[in-house]
């Protein structure tokens, strides 16, 4: 990236070079963009360039920038009770409890809140495990987690390895992926029927009385967007019935609307005992997480003591962006724009583009919530980046990206579009056309631009 012109953006990058240490990254070579304005579904950097985001940063700005519903709630909190102790009960916590359950799968009873979605999933399994009275905990490969002790070790991704010390009780399973199937599946049904074969055969090996917990994105996110065919999570919901194993749906990266409802898990009829979520409850703008309990977990508790808290739970600044967020999203039927969203502009035009563009392998999502398995070769399907890195493909392309004004997610050969929920019809059709673009750079990497 070009270092600012501007002296205060040359400031604040100086600074951050200088002073700030970034996370999950070699220092040395860092070249942060730096962002000094942020409205909407757009970006502005130091030299007041706009770019539009279609991250959601991390997958969480679902309002978008600077709503003023959620920014007014934040004010008027600071001025009325900007912190309290989390065991005082405070009508913004209350209230932001409240709406949560009212909008959560029907078997949810009590929110314990958490300063973000690590936390939260550290909190689920801790749970689990005091209610089960077990230890081991399984997940899938290609899933995110967060990066706290057992949240990056039920992670199945390449970050996990430095922090894997073969002691955690964390036990890894392959779930359904038909592009990439491990179970020489032809269809979604056979990749169904084989992972839910997979999963209780990994249960009876490891021992299924060792179980305290399967922890499951309901739609794997970062690992790549990868929607769970018809039928997988009710057979999990089975499995676990069958072992008595809690089942733990992270919906930190999904929940709040990302796929078109409230939950994700709504559109697969299946509820779990315990759910973890964070960033979209209140579009980031304080950080903000927890875990839902159903009644059975929740008054496991009734009379012993819970042994976990932190300082800021439940923070009345965050809990305030949480019902303004959730009131909005609420008047403004915000999960079904992210529907609509899905289903009219980017589904359609991003299958479009995949007629165009060789690199693209498969195009997958739902809602505002997409992926592009980006490959150098589609007959192969060899990813253009390898497994826990990246390539000079990507790189370029995610530089093109920036070239043109468009902020994207990447993770190893995948693209991700998860754009705030509320973009327009006219923003979203802009940002494919300035992809289209982008995606010309990704092209020359594939076999189809040698010939
Ligand atoms: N769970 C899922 C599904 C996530 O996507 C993430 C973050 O991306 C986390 C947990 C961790 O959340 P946080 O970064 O707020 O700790």
Redesign the pocket.
Known sequence: MPIPQSDRGRRIYDDDRRYVFHSWSAQAGLDPLVITDAEGVRVEDADGRSYLDFSSQ??YTNLGHRHPAVVEAIRRQAAELATIAPAHANEARSQAARLIIERAPASMEKVFFTN??????ENAIRMARLYTGRYKVLSQYRS?????AM?INTTGDHRRWANDYGTSGAVHFFGPFLYRSVFHARDEKEECERALAHLEQVIAFEGPQAFAAIVL?TVP??AGVMPPPAGYLRGVRELCDRYGIVLVL?E??VGFGRTGTWFASEHYDVEPDLM?F??GVNSGYVPL?GVLLNGPVAHFFDDRPYPGGMTYSGHPLACAAAVATIRTMAEEDVPRQAADLGRQVLGPGLAELAQRHPSIGEVRGLGAFWALDLVSDRETREPIAPYGGSSEAVTRTLAAGREAGLLLFNQYHRIHLAPPLTMSAEDAREGLRLLDGVLDVTDAYTTAARV
Do not use: I, N, Q, R
Request: negative net charge.
């Open positions: 991390l997958v973000g979605g690590a936390e939260a999933v995110y987690h967060g990066s706290t949240a994105e996110g970062t992270d930190v990266m973890t964070a960033k997480g």
